[in-house]
């Protein structure tokens, strides 16, 4: 069982930044495929970021893309993404979670990693909150 654990969210300006962890305990990191995600109040939870076991391949929503970036340190069992040029609209919870599908990288594609039912293993959430 994989437990997964969100930090870093808060209050900010626009056009700030905040940096969301996520550590992993329970299983072997670097074999999950991780993502992130968001919910905005009155809204479905949406994707923001994806990226492949290894930390090659990376996908984002077109919404964050150029402003959010996604990154993983396999050793600390961390996902991290940086949010920069933060907007009003990017207030949410943040989620992490956890593929263990072990996708080929043929296979591991921006659609699959978009969709929530490919991740097993979610955390509790961030709440980001950003001020105009």
């Known amino acids: 069982q994989v437990q997964l654990v969100e930090s870093g969210g808060g209050l900010v300006q626009a056009g700030g930044s905040l940096r969301l962890s996520c550590a992993a305990s329970?299983?072997?990191?670097?074999?999950?495929?991780m993502g992130w995600f968001r919910q905005a109040p009155g809204k479905e939870r949406e994707f923001v970021a994806a990226?492949?076991?290894?930390?090659?391949?990376?996908y984002y929503a077109d919404s964050v893309k150029g402003r959010f970036t996604i990154s993983r340190d396999n050793p600390k069992n961390t996902v991290y993404v940086q949010l920069n040029s933060l907007k009003p609209e990017d207030t949410a919870v943040y989620y992490c979670?956890?593929?263990?599908?072990?996708?080929?990288?043929?296979?591991?594609?921006?659609?699959?990693?978009?969709?929530?039912?490919?991740?097993?293993?979610w955390g509790q959430g961030a709440q980001v909150t950003v001020s105009s």
């Open positions: 979670a956890a593929d263990p599908r072990r996708q080929t990288s043929a296979d591991y594609s921006p659609f699959y990693a978009s969709k929530e039912d490919v991740y097993e293993y």
């Open positions: 329970g299983g072997t990191f670097s074999s999950y495929a």
């Open positions: 990226i492949s076991r290894s930390g090659f391949t990376t």
